[in-house]
């Protein structure tokens, strides 16, 4: 079965960091594009950073560059997204999900939700 | 990067055909044939509806359509049916090599 597993969201005060993972299984993961997608608590999606098949490229949205990092490992079959300088409206569930069409999510996570607040 | 213009709500009766609008700009979704669609139940994740402006994904109705025209993309789904009610968002590739969503459009089945 394909899926994908988000861990790591919690509460977190501004300013701080987390670190989100997302496992991958019941597909080759080094073969696809990732990507993550936020949504705020009653919001629309929003789409927030992509990285390569083989990791040499990643793309993020304005809103979140310069202070998150996504990253990959193939061995593990896991995609990162390093969130620092957190802010408040940075609240909202983190989505993984797969390109399937290297720029379109053809497969989503459960999502993890961090909230950003003191 | 501004998000994709799409209508808030759109409603229909069971049997009826609705159009969902997607606009966006010449950088984004009237420069690419890069524009998907998901559709989302409360709670739920979205779910991958339509890839390169009209390709359905295996196990996607038919009745659901896509088309672009200009820098307007469009999502039609006919034969409405009480499980069609949800939100739906439009995404499109850009040319600063980013990805947009659309602010989603809730369908109500009356």
């Known amino acids: 079965e394909v899926q994908m597993v988000e861990s790591g969201g919690g509460l977190v005060q501004p300013g701080g960091s987390l670190r989100l993972s997302c496992a991958a299984s019941g597909f080759t993961f080094s073969s696809y594009w990732m990507h993550w997608v936020r949504q705020a608590p009653g919001k629309g999606l929003v789409w927030v950073s992509g990285?390569?098949?083989?990791?040499?490229?990643?793309t993020y949205a304005d809103s979140v560059r310069g202070r998150f990092t996504i990253s990959r490992d193939n061995a593990k079959n896991t995609l990162y997204l390093q969130t620092n300088s957190l802010r408040a409206e940075d609240t909202a569930v983190y989505y993984c999900?797969?390109?399937?069409?290297?720029?379109?999510?053809?497969?989503w996570g459960q999502g993890t939700m961090v909230t950003v607040s003191s | 990067q501004s998000a994709l213009t799409q209508p808030a709500s759109v409603s229909g009766s069971p049997g009826q055909s609705i159009t969902i609008s997607c606009t966006g700009t010449s950088s984004d979704v009237g420069y690419y044939n890069y524009v998907s669609w998901y559709q989302q139940h409360p709670g739920k994740a979205p779910k991958f509806m339509i890839f390169?402006?009209?390709n359905r994904p295996s196990g996607v109705s038919n009745r659901f359509v896509g088309s672009k025209s200009g820098n307007t993309a469009s999502l039609t789904i006919s034969g409405l049916q009480a499980e069609d009610e949800a939100d739906y968002y439009c995404?499109?590739?850009?040319?600063?090599?980013?990805?947009?969503f659309g602010g989603g459009t809730k369908v109500t089945v009356l």
């Open positions: 995404s499109s590739y850009t040319t600063s090599s980013t990805l947009v």
């Open positions: 390169d402006v009209s």
């Open positions: 990285i390569k098949s083989d990791g040499s490229t990643t």
């Open positions: 999900a797969r390109g399937g069409a290297w720029y379109a999510f053809d497969i």
